[in-house]
């Protein structure tokens, strides 16, 4: 079992993508059971934020300390993060045709089971998991069979996210954006998905630009990245504060 | 003439003869005979070297037996013919319908309508080993639907070579007639019993008559050290059907033609290749679909997936001739590189002499997708099972179009194990 009071402590936080810094000193301390909501101006950093937790080739971390479950995270391959309970569920998934739904999620769970020194699921009883979790966000089975993300629409592959993200139980989940593009029903599947899993010892990173889906997935904090650091933090009240005044006094105060 | 050629005219003559097709296979040893040798610098044969074929002394194989049915066959509701090292197997054989014959069994009245159509569509004096698998011919098979016939089963031909210790040529040779509105199912499968090293030489000449369907799936899977020279030689009459599936893992060196042509209007040709060489083998598919007459389709699609040090060449030409009007052909060649010494060399041709015509053609070449890569990754999938995931997926979609699910069942696992021995990059794609 894992004992430690903190998910995730990133510390002076520096990250550069092609020679470019990005992330500026970023400071985040999450706590098992919290959901944060990021929140910010395009171009910011927050899906960069995503990607080097989430240990994304080309995202280098030049400087600062990430520590996640205790471990230093830097340290892990990406595949190892994911098995220790890291998951980032993409803002633009990606398609991967002739592998299906199914042959990914299967995979994926041995693989974060194996780790974890638990014994697979039986392929009967894994596929009944996976019809629950189709049924969950609204998906129809027959996606399961489909290519990853194969020809889905933008909704469907955000759900598609959701599911992994159910099968996978992880401890930490970072959600990018994944309320853009979506209708308000899709969204409400989203944010029940995200419900239904939240639980003492699991925290969320919800990015988004829309205080919307904070009606639905209500966040213990809300911070603003800007120019690649958090420049402000409060509760959910920020959120709605943000929606009538946008972010240019805020990024003003970051420079 | 090389030695080579010498030699395999010598080889020719220790074939079993078949009395009655001694003027063809007599034709196709002169022009053997006749032929200039291939160098790196005919065009036909300028990716692949002939090399490992030249300097070896080939014979044509004694008679073996087999223990029992290999493991490797496809577990198929089918007729069902074996051959062993270029001999005819019984034992492992079905009943054979009256529709399919022996060459070395044939009636007089079948000699005849074998005579009258062999080497008529396969265009022997533009295939070099044509001409060699006929003038050193033993054994054949002949299947003829008359018309409107339609198989109920799948004719399922097995050519299998158990190492006899030498240097083996392994010759074969089908000849589908389908007669007005027949239907059939073929499907040849070449397999290796040992590490050994033998050669095929293997000719399928396909006539399919008007209004007449057939599915041909042609699978080579054998072993590394052995060479493959084969070709398909398909004429397709007036609204006729032709759906082609070949997919070939690497070996020394494996070179196989299919040659079609739309000889009749409104046929429609659907053709589908798989490549997929690893270490240091080679493959190289020359495609040659010919448009001679108008309202003809051609779909044709060719996939490889090339590692490590293997070499692969895909030829693809569609010449579309002046009376060809409206021919609607699209042709498409994708390479996956999953190593930066792996090599393709892709050439799309279209030639077109009618003016009234839609065509297109295309030919990528690529590496893993860094992103897919790391999707997969951040799931908690290790890179080595990622890799072959991906590159398994870059040819299963050609595999998911199979119409007859044995085979696909059949082939999705094998596939699989083309791109990773190792169980635990494999096991996630391997199951039903
Ligand atoms: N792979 C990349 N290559 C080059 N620049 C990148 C890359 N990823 C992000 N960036 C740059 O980093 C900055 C932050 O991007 P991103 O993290 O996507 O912002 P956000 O998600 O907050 O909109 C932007 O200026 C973007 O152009
Ligand atoms: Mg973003």
């Known amino acids: 079992m894992f004992v430690s009071d903190t998910m995730l402590k990133i510390n002076d936080l520096c990250a550069k993508v092609e020679d470019k810094e990005i992330l500026r000193q970023l400071n985040l301390e999450v706590k098992p059971g919290e959901i944060h909501a990021i929140m910010g101006p395009n171009g910011a950093g927050k899906s960069t934020l995503g990607n080097v937790l989430s240990g994304r080739p080309g995202y280098e971390a030049t400087a600062g300390h990430i520590e996640f479950k205790g471990q230093n995270l830097l340290e892990m391959d990406p595949e190892i993060r994911a098995r220790e309970g890291l998951f980032l569920a993409f803002q633009y998934p990606v398609e991967i045709p002739g592998v299906s739904n199914m042959e990914l999620l299967k995979a994926s769970v041995d693989a974060r089971r194996a780790h974890a020194g638990l014994e697979e699921y039986s392929a009967i009883d894994f596929m009944k998991m996976a019809r629950e979790a189709c049924k969950a966000v609204n998906l129809d089975q027959s996606f399961l069979k489909r290519g990853v993300n194969e020809g889905f629409s933008g909704g469907e592959k955000k759900r598609n996210e959701i599911m992994q993200m159910m099968l996978l139980e992880p401890s930490l989940c970072i959600l990018d954006e994944t309320d853009s593009g979506l209708d308000i029903d899709a969204l409400q599947v989203v944010a029940n998905g995200v419900n239904a899993m939240r639980s003492a010892d699991r925290s969320f990173i919800v990015v988004t630009h829309y205080q919307r889906l904070l009606d639905y997935i209500v966040p213990d904090y809300v911070h603003v990245l800007a120019n690649g650091r958090i420049v402000k933090s409060g509760d959910k009240s920020l959120a709605l504060e943000l929606e009538a005044k946008g972010y240019s006094w805020l990024e003003n105060e970051a420079v | ?432």
Request: aromatic letters at 8%.
């Open chain 2, 1 to 432: 003439m090389s030695e080579f050629q010498s030699h395999a005219l010598m080889l020719a003559q220790q074939s079993k003869g078949l009395a009655w097709l001694n003027d063809a296979k007599q034709a196709c040893a002169n022009l053997w005979q006749a032929e200039k040798w291939p160098t790196r610098k005919t065009e036909a044969w300028r990716y692949t070297s002939l090399q490992s074929l030249e300097s070896t002394l080939w014979s044509v194989p004694s008679e073996a037996q087999l223990d029992g049915l290999p493991d490797e066959l496809m577990a198929l509701d089918a007729t069902r013919l074996v051959f062993v090292n270029g001999n005819f197997s019984s034992q492992f054989s079905s009943e054979l319908p009256e529709s399919l014959t022996l060459f070395s069994q044939a009636s007089p009245a079948e000699q005849q309508a074998i005579l009258t159509k062999f080497n008529q569509v396969a265009k022997v004096e533009k295939h070099l080993f044509s001409q060699l698998n006929t003038a050193a011919l033993g054994e054949g098979v002949f299947l003829n639907l008359s018309a409107n016939q339609r198989l109920e089963k799948p004719v399922y031909v097995v050519y299998i070579h158990t190492d006899t210790g030498a240097s083996d040529y392994v010759g074969s040779r089908l000849l589908v007639s389908l007669e007005t509105s027949a239907e059939a199912v073929v499907i040849e499968h070449f397999i290796t019993l040992s590490d050994a090293s033998p050669m095929f030489n293997a000719v399928t000449e396909l006539d399919i008559g008007e209004n007449a369907k057939l599915k041909h799936y042609r699978i080579s899977m054998e072993s590394e050290q052995s060479l493959h020279l084969g070709s398909v030689h398909a004429a397709l009459h007036a609204n006729s059907q032709l759906t082609g599936f070949t997919l070939a893992t690497g070996s020394r060196l494996k070179r196989i033609d299919y040659h079609v042509r739309h000889v009749g209007s409104g046929a429609d040709l659907d053709l589908q290749g798989i490549y997929l060489p690893k270490h240091n083998q080679r493959v190289d598919y020359h495609t040659n679909v010919e448009h001679c007459v108008p309202h003809c389709t051609t779909n044709e699609v060719f996939r490889g997936v090339i590692s490590d040090t293997a070499k692969a060449v895909f030829n693809g030409r569609i010449h579309i001739h002046q009376d060809a009007q409206k021919t609607l052909a699209e042709m498409s060649n994708r390479n996956l590189l999953t190593s930066n010494r792996a090599e393709i060399n892709t050439k799309p041709e279209l030639e077109i002499y009618a003016d009234d015509v839609k065509c297109a053609h295309g030919a990528t070449i690529s590496q893993l997708n860094d992103e897919s890569l790391f999707y997969l990754v951040s799931r908690g999938i290790s890179e080595a099972e990622a890799r072959v995931m991906l590159s398994f997926g870059f040819v299963n979609e050609l595999v998911e179009n199979i119409a007859v699910e044995d085979i696909k069942v059949w082939l999705r696992p094998r596939m699989a194990k083309a791109f990773g021995q190792n169980d635990d990059v494999v096991r996630h794609l391997i199951h039903d």
